[in-house]
């Protein structure tokens, strides 16, 4: 199994659409979780941190499940402006950790495009 | 500005003439890193540095090399470039204990 294995995309929506994306992690000690974002050709960004209990930024909803080691990301009346690469990005170690605390695994993405 | 800087953007080279991309942070971050991207292998780890004269081996680490002499920069050299080092790279940075990183803009090498 992938360390983190995300939807294949891409995903071609119209404007308006929620869209829902995937992301399961293959180590059940990982202890954080995040989604980015990266535009074509430019650096990825963080879009939202994603804890146990759910959590939503304006359109954006994030889930944790932890059993299933399983995240997701929901987009509410998508725009042109949400197309992009969404990585699904899990960090396998606690902060307290020290050594390779920072050494996030990524997915391969996943791309969204939004058309009028 | 808050960022990360890396220069140059854009290389095309040769086999086997040594490189440097260089990556600067302006935020005072103890860890620093270095990924590559390529399509359909997402992002790779290829160093890391916890903090000045600290690092270590990422998850791709053949064939480049690190430094970290002081705390706002974190080279990445290629000492005999090779075809297979054509990448998307980039550096990242955070602050200790804390979880953001914090990306460059990107280098787009090209290995003749």
């Known amino acids: 199994r992938k360390e983190v294995e995300q939807d294949p995309g891409p995903f071609n929506v119209p404007e308006g659409a929620t869209v829902a994306f995937n992301c399961t992690y293959s180590?059940?000690?990982?202890?954080?979780f995040f989604w980015y974002r990266q535009d074509c050709r430019k650096e990825p960004k963080l879009l939202m941190s994603v804890y146990s209990s759910g959590n939503e930024d304006g359109r954006f909803t994030a889930q944790l499940n932890r059993a299933s080691q399983y995240i997701s990301l929901l987009i509410r009346d998508s725009k042109l402006s949400d197309s992009a690469t969404y990585l699904c990005v899990v960090n396998p170690r606690p902060m307290n950790y020290g050594g390779s605390q920072g050494n996030l695994i990524f997915g391969k993405g996943t791309k969204l495009s939004v058309k009028p | 500005e808050a960022q990360v800087t890396q220069n140059p953007r854009y290389l095309i080279t040769v086999t086997g003439k040594k490189l440097t991309v260089t990556c600067s942070q302006n935020?005072?971050?103890?860890?620093m890193s270095w990924y590559r991207q390529d399509p359909g292998l997402g992002l790779r780890q290829i160093y890391y540095s916890m903090n000045v004269e600290v690092t270590d081996k990422g998850d791709v680490p053949e064939g480049y090399k690190v430094s970290r002499k002081e705390k706002r920069n974190f080279p990445l050299i290629l000492e005999s470039p090779s075809p297979n080092q054509t990448s998307l790279y980039f550096c990242?940075?955070?602050?200790?204990?804390?979880?953001?990183?914090?990306f460059g803009p990107g280098t787009r090498l090209l290995v003749l």
């Open positions: 935020m005072n971050h103890e860890y």
């Open positions: 180590n059940s000690a990982s202890q954080s």
């Open positions: 990242a940075s955070k602050r200790e204990g804390q979880e953001t990183q914090y």
